[in-house]
């Protein structure tokens, strides 16, 4: 009786603690002109002070961002801005033509809210998938993804082929 009242606790305890378990998903989709990463907060705890940093340096396309018509990128670029949400880059950071990594700030994040900006991605590999100009799934995977809330990690998640990157917090 008493093993069967542990089991019950127990089960009954990991749900209260999946329940109050937030999801983050960073979706990249390629587009033309522009590129896209939406942010969304799938859990059901509203999240506050988020800082998303994502470094592409390690994807397999070797990505970079391409702001400007005179740098890094090819051909087409476009410029970082934000489409849908409060969102902005993180206090003191910018994005240059080249740069693979951005910092970015959310000041809350709701259950079911999103936030949405565009930029152009390019790859650095003269044989990626699509051409230089266009991303395909596979080329982001590998990219990361981190999550803080104030100044503490909350979780961290690379992009999978699929363009997705889950943050389980």
Same mark, same amino acid.
């Given at each position: 009786?008493?093993?069967? @009242?542990? @089991?019950?606790?127990?089960?009954?305890?990991?749900?209260?603690?999946? *329940? *109050?378990?937030?999801?983050?998903?960073? !979706? %990249?989709? &390629?587009?033309? +002109?522009?590129? !896209?990463?939406?942010?969304?907060?799938?859990?059901?705890?509203?999240?506050?002070?988020?800082?998303? #940093?994502?470094?592409?340096?390690?994807? $397999?396309?070797?990505?970079?961002? #391409?702001?400007?018509?005179?740098?890094?990128?090819? &051909?087409? %670029?476009? +410029?970082?801005?934000? @489409? &849908?949400? $409060?969102?902005?880059?993180?206090?003191? @950071?910018?994005?240059? /033509?080249? #740069?693979?990594?951005?910092?970015? *700030?959310?000041?809350?994040?709701?259950?079911?809210?999103?936030?949405?900006?565009?930029?152009?991605?390019? /790859?650095?590999? +003269?044989?990626? *998938?699509?051409?230089?100009? !266009?991303?395909?799934?596979? &080329?982001?995977?590998?990219?990361?993804?981190?999550?803080?809330?104030?100044?503490?990690?909350?979780?961290?998640?690379? %992009?999978?082929?699929?363009?997705?990157?889950?943050? +389980?917090?």
């Amino acid at each position: 009786m008493i093993l069967k @009242t542990l @089991t019950i606790s127990s089960s009954l305890a990991l749900l209260l603690i999946s *329940a *109050a378990q937030a999801n983050v998903v960073v !979706r %990249f989709s &390629e587009g033309a +002109p522009k590129d !896209r990463f939406t942010i969304s907060n799938q859990g059901k705890c509203a999240l506050k002070n988020l800082t998303v #940093d994502l470094d592409l340096s390690q994807s $397999q396309g070797k990505l970079i961002f #391409d702001v400007t018509g005179a740098g890094a990128g090819v &051909e087409v %670029f476009q +410029p970082f801005e934000v @489409t &849908e949400g $409060q969102l902005k880059l993180a206090s003191g @950071t910018s994005v240059k /033509d080249g #740069d693979s990594g951005m910092s970015l *700030a959310i000041k809350s994040l709701n259950p079911g809210q999103r936030v949405i900006f565009t930029i152009d991605v390019d /790859d650095t590999i +003269p044989a990626g *998938a699509l051409g230089m100009i !266009r991303v395909a799934g596979s &080329e982001i995977k590998g990219g990361m993804v981190t999550l803080k809330q104030g100044d503490k990690k909350s979780g961290s998640a690379a %992009f999978s082929s699929d363009s997705l990157a889950v943050i +389980p917090l």
